[in-house]
């Protein structure tokens, strides 16, 4: 079993609608938790970075984090074409031994926006 | 502020070849990370370099190697291809290792 799941997808929706993603995972030492977009032929760009439990919102994106059920989440409100890419949920551990620059990702979400 | 830069963004190889792979982080950052990405296994982290030492490494085989220069450019190598080392190759670069973690567009390399 992967450390990080996360449902592939793929996702279709119409413009404007509020998009859900989400991953779970397992290893409860996770404490830094991430979301990037992908496009095609393109580096993955951060979209939201959270520490621990919580929500944090940026313009029509918001996450949530919830530690206590190993669930974390990526609304996107006012979907757009232009959001059409992939999305890929990413943790790390923290400061500290084998956990340097390692992020684990999960599999990512393939989204269409359609006008 | 320039971001990640990895170069060449493409390479064509043949199997037993070696391949060196060039990222230039973001001015600041001394963490240097590296992933590969294929459709199979998705992203998977290799090792991470800061101050020119490996700090962190991944399940690869030791023919995946890599180094930090003083100004914090890394590079990797890979040798003894195989037809399975096809992937798309991302560098990534944060201020001391810890996230947030900012990629360059990758250097996809295909193995003949």
């Known amino acids: 079993q992967k450390e990080v799941e996360q449902d592939p997808g793929p996702l279709s929706v119409p413009e404007g609608a509020i998009v859900s993603l989400n991953c779970t995972y397992s290893n409860s030492a996770f404490q830094y938790f991430m979301w990037y977009r992908q496009y095609s032929r393109k580096g993955p760009e951060l979209l939201m970075y959270?520490?621990?439990?919580g929500n944090k919102e940026d313009g029509r994106f918001t996450a949530q984090v919830d530690k206590s059920s190993k669930y974390i989440s990526l609304f996107i409100r006012d979907s757009q074409p232009s959001d059409s890419a992939t999305y890929l949920c990413?943790?790390?551990?923290?400061?500290?031994?084998?956990?340097?620059?390692?992020?684990?990702f999960g599999q990512g979400t393939i989204l269409t926006v359609h006008p | 502020k320039a971001g990640v830069t990895q170069t060449p963004r493409y390479l064509i190889k043949t199997r037993g070849q070696q391949v060196t792979l060039s990222c230039s982080p973001i001015s600041g950052h001394r963490s240097v990370s590296w992933y590969q990405q294929t459709p199979g296994q998705g992203l998977q982290f290799l090792f991470e370099?800061?101050?020119?030492?490996?700090?962190n490494k991944g399940n690869f085989p030791g023919r995946f190697s890599g180094r930090q220069f003083s100004n914090s450019r890394s590079e990797m190598n890979v040798s003894t291809l195989e037809l399975g080392d096809s992937a798309l190759y991302l560098c990534?670069?944060?201020?001391?290792?810890?996230?947030?973690?900012?990629f360059g567009d990758g250097t996809r390399l295909s193995i003949l």
């Open positions: 959270t520490y621990s439990s």
């Open positions: 990534a670069s944060s201020l001391e290792g810890l996230t947030p973690q900012h």
């Open positions: 370099y800061f101050s020119e030492t490996q700090r």
């Open positions: 990413a943790m790390s551990e923290g400061a500290g031994g084998t956990s340097y620059g390692k992020l684990t």
